[in-house]
């Protein structure tokens, strides 16, 4: 899960690194954000996974 806390943190980071004001560049509004829905994807598959045995 803390790899998945990790990505998003990136995801944000990379939003607030645009150049473009307001974040209207290719990186806040494209990158960043698939990024962070990839962390939150992640952590969602880390919650609800299931260690078979």
Known sequence: MLAGIAV?????????????????????????????LLGFLFQFYAIFYKKTS
């Open 8 to 36: 998003i943190v990136i995801g944000f980071v990379i939003i607030g690194l645009d150049q473009q004001p307001h974040g209207f560049g290719i990186m806040g509004l494209t990158i960043g954000p698939i990024v962070v």
